[in-house]
């Protein structure tokens, strides 16, 4: 289980990094999957690595401690939430995001750019940035790319992104090159204005660019070009998909990106989070992960299981089920409780079985990666992850038959 860094050689892993800023080490490669060591200020983050999402400076109704137990390494936190409350100011004079959430492993903060995607009916785009209406109290706001890079300085998180246009699935060619163009002039300003900032602030940071482009092929292939020519980069965020596209556009963008983006340096894949979906991800040669799937389907019922597939736990058939909720999981929630306990909290709305299978998909997808990393190293990744998905998939139908 990765833990984040408590003592012994944990503790001096943490401090090697935090001298040495931002390093990413490949380990193992077997066919387009890799396994690799991120090296951060703040820990050392085995890859590939499912990220928690921790929106508001919390993963919902899940403590650090909990995560950490769960084998979480890394989080992430939103720039556009945490700007409207608590404010970066405030989180900057408490101490940064580590301080104020009490989580003492890396943070990874996005950008915003998602909330301009998915908030079109309260914003608009220039090419100066984005105005945009709070969803809390209506106020104005006005995001630029110096300013994105300003707000996550405060925040402190070891990973910062750039602030990018996250076209929706199914724009035109045509919309879709503007929104290339305009990331890369945004990312341009990020970099100078991340540059000019870097004695500011006492916590060493790597700034991500983003790469758009749609599912257009050419266009990503022009779009990590110009990215490159803009000098080295720590990382790359992979972003504008996962927002309404096929999945076959999906693993076809991805295949080409793998040979463009260095080699010798970690993937972020933004927004992807479903088990299936990481392994074929990690396939793919991605590295690194968040979604919020495992907590919002938690509090929907929805639990992930190694020989059930997806189940959802309000169902009349765990009424009287002492089984956990999946026997081969050593989470807190399978070691302590039963589906028919869980069932009941479910229909009765209590917020401790959300908790509860919170608890359990986070662990799940964060053992997923760890499996993952393990079959990398040994040569089996290709053949362990096949059977994987035949069972999951198998059970799933099984179980929308029942």
Not at 65 to 93: C, F, K, W
Not at 162 to 184: I, K, M
Not at 235 to 257: A, H
Request: charged share 25%.
């Amino acid at each position: 289980m990765t833990k984040a860094p408590g003592g012994g050689a944990e503790a001096q892993q943490a401090d090697d990094a935090a001298a040495a800023g931002t390093h990413f080490e490949l380990l193992a490669v077997e066919g387009h999957a890799r396994t690799g060591r991120l090296s951060l200020p703040s820990g050392v983050v085995e890859t590939p690595a499912f990220m928690p999402v921790g929106t508001l400076g919390t993963v919902k109704g899940v403590s650090p401690e909990e995560l950490t137990q769960a084998g979480a390494s890394m989080i992430l936190a939103n720039t556009y939430h945490l700007y409207l409350r608590p404010g970066a100011d405030i989180v900057g004079d408490l101490g940064g995001l580590h301080e104020f959430m009490r989580w003492k492993g890396p943070v990874l903060t996005d950008s915003g750019g998602f909330q301009v995607f998915s908030l079109a009916a309260i914003r608009e785009i220039g090419d100066d940035g984005v105005t945009f209406r709070s969803h809390i109290d209506g106020s104005s706001h006005h995001f630029t790319p110096e300013r994105v890079i300003d707000i996550q300085r405060r925040l402190g998180a070891d990973v910062i992104m750039a602030f990018d246009e996250c076209a929706p699935a199914g724009v035109t060619r045509d919309q879709a090159t503007a929104a290339c163009s305009r990331t890369l002039a945004w990312l341009r300003r990020c970099r100078a204005r991340f540059e000019v900032t870097e004695g500011d602030f006492p916590a060493r940071q790597a700034l991500f660019p983003v790469l758009q482009g749609g599912v257009y092929d050419d266009l990503r292939a022009e779009h990590v070009e110009r990215v490159l020519e803009l000098g080295d980069w720590p990382g790359f965020g992979i972003g504008g998909l996962s927002v309404g596209e096929g999945k076959e556009d999906m693993w076809r963008t991805l295949e080409g990106l793998d040979a463009r983006i260095p080699h010798d340096r970690p993937r972020y894949l933004m927004g992807v989070g479903y088990p299936d979906d990481l392994l074929k991800a990690i396939a793919r040669g991605c590295d690194m992960f968040d979604c919020v799937a495992p907590t919002r389907n938690a509090r929907h019922g929805t639990a992930w299981t190694s020989h059930e597939g997806q189940i959802n736990l309000k169902g009349a058939r765990f009424a009287r089920d002492r089984n956990p909720i999946d026997p081969g999981c050593d989470c807190y929630a399978c070691a302590s409780y039963d589906r028919a306990y869980l069932r009941h909290l479910m229909v009765a709305g209590e917020h401790f079985g959300h908790r509860l299978v919170s608890i359990h998909n986070l662990r799940f997808l964060l053992r997923l990666a760890a499996e993952a990393r393990l079959r990398i190293r040994q040569g089996t990744f290709s053949m362990w992850v096949g059977g994987w998905m035949e069972r999951y998939h198998a059970a799933r139908s099984a179980a929308r038959a029942i």
